[in-house]
Structure formats: C-alpha cells, structure tokens
C-alpha cells in the first residue's frame, strides 16, 4: 500500500521535477552576501540542485493558478526566471510584486500602462514540495514502526523501532502525562507526538545543505502560523467551564478589577492569542536565525576572497569551523525547539482541561 501510494505521487509529479541545467549568460557580479541569505531561507519555485561554473542545476516546480474561473497549470520553467511570460502570467524579479505572479494578458515586458491582476496561487513552491517529502516519509517510518510492533508484540524492539521508542515514551510520559494527568494525556498524546516528530524531522531536513534537504519549511512564517494555529484551536475547543471561568471571572480577583472596567479579564482575552503567536515566532525566529548565522560564515570567505583572494583562504578555515560548530549547535536546537513547541502545548491543553476539586466536601 504505501509503495503504490509513492508510485501514484511520484506519478503525478514526475512532469515537474525533471532536473534542469541552464548555463547563465550573465557574468559574475560581486558578491552581495545579503541577497544570497534571503535566497537561501526564503521560498521559492525552483529546487537549486547546485551550480558548476555558470551552470545552474535545478529542479522547476509546478506552478498552479486560478484565475478568470480557469485552472491553469505549468512548469515554472517556462518563465525563464522572470524573463519571459507565459499564457499572459508574468513571474516578478523586481518591484512591488516581487517573487509574485501576476496576470498581464498581452502586454509586454516592462509595459506598467495597465495595473496587473493577481491570480490565486497554489503553485507548489520548493518548502511546500519538502513539506510533502516530510510527511510521506513520517508516515512511512511511522507505519513501518507500527508493523514492527504487531510483528515482534513479545520481543525487545530493534533497528527503527528501537530509534524511535524512547522518543516516542520521552513524549507520552515526560511531556503529555505530566502536562494533563492520567485522566487526559491519552486524549492529546496523538497530536503532541504528530507536531513533535513534524517539526523535528523538518528542522533537521533543514539542516542538509544538498537535495532533499536545504528548505526552510520551519522558518517560514506560515507553517509555524498554522502549527500554532492547531494548538489554539484544541486549546480553546477542549476547554472546560473553569478554564473559561478563570478567563471572564477569575476567582480570588478584587471586583475592583473587574467592573466598571474589566481589566483582568481583558488581560487574560488577549492572553488567548499572545500563547500561540509566542509558539509561532519563536520556532521561526529559532530556526531562521540558525540558518542565517552559518550562511552569514561562510559568506566571509566570499567577502575576503573580493578584498584579496588571501584574505579570502586565510578566513576560510576560521568560517568553515564556525559553519560546522553552529550546524552542530542546530541539531541541538532542532530538538529544543520540537521539545519547547510540544510542551507548550501540552501545558495549554493542561490548562484548558485542568478540573477543581471541590475543596469544601470532606
């Protein structure tokens, strides 16, 4: 089953990621370090394989837009980086719709008489195309742990399955069940362990400098957004009268703070959002920063090598020890950040199911 599920993905997609090389007649600028990081942690429509001279190795994505009640679907090869259109859609290299698609019909390049229209993009860009090589291959481990365990339910687990065992008890016990009890954990236990091993095999995928590996899926805004998103929405769905009790008429509180002005209960409103917007920013921040700094090392070598080629050998050794100890430090992180995501959580969900005993009854 799950290899026919491959095949039948492999199937659809295998018109889009035929590997292109295309020798670039343009000559070598001088090296702006800037745009080479933003290149690097942003999105993009194109898989860059690597670069031989002026030869460029990639894989072109599939672009897919809606627009005027038509689908229409393409390589995004057919652009040739912004430098011509196709079908009357544009790709932007510049200006306000930078890195945007828009519609232009009939006008040609660099024609502004007309404001362009924007068509829905769906288009499979290179974090969404990881995004998807990421969860095929979370489910195929997952699934082969599975069989593991019904094949050998009385024997000491081995090779994947042993990998993944204490992991997977480190967060049952350590992080669900000390979170919400023994009455809850069973609950949630699915969920922290599904966004738990996302992010963490994410994060360590975005450590791979060569093919698959290399997109920043963790660092984009958006995927940390819904991530979050999910957690807000179990929290706030899951929780009981108490927790909304706490939230609009907090126990124990001065009326003073209250009424006429609700002051606390305000505080504790906008609490309901400022929890999952800090569990957004803080795993893409995390991981952003992490690729920054190493590309921003080996960026010197770059830098020197254009003040004088000695500069550039004599700053390499120090830059490449660098790159690799925070590339060291980012496996560390990789886990923190899985760890520190999911327990958050799990204390949310704690929270929104935490039931009070009746302290007067003896």
Known sequence: MIKKLFFFIFAIFFPFTLVKAENSPVKAAEFKPGEMIIEHITDAHEWHILSIGNTHISIPLPIILWHEGKLHIFCYSKFHHGQSDYGGFRYMTDGAYKNKIIYVGNNSLGNENKSPTIPLDFSITKNVASLFLSVIALIIIFLTVARAYKRNEKHAPKGLQSLLEPIIIFVRDDIAKSSLGEKHYERFT??????????????????????PGGANVTGNITVTMMLALFTFLITNLSGNRHYWQDIFNTPGIPWWLKIPIPILPLIEFLGLFTKPFVLMVRLFANMTAGHIIVLGFMSLIFVFGNINPAFGYGISLISILMSIFISLLEILVSFLQAFVFTLLSALYFGMATEEIENSNHK
């Not at 992010?199 to 791979?208: E, P, Q, S």
């Open 190 to 211: 699915p969920y922290l362990l599904t966004v738990f091993f996302f992010i963490f095999f994410n994060n360590l995928l975005g450590i791979v400098p060569f093919f």
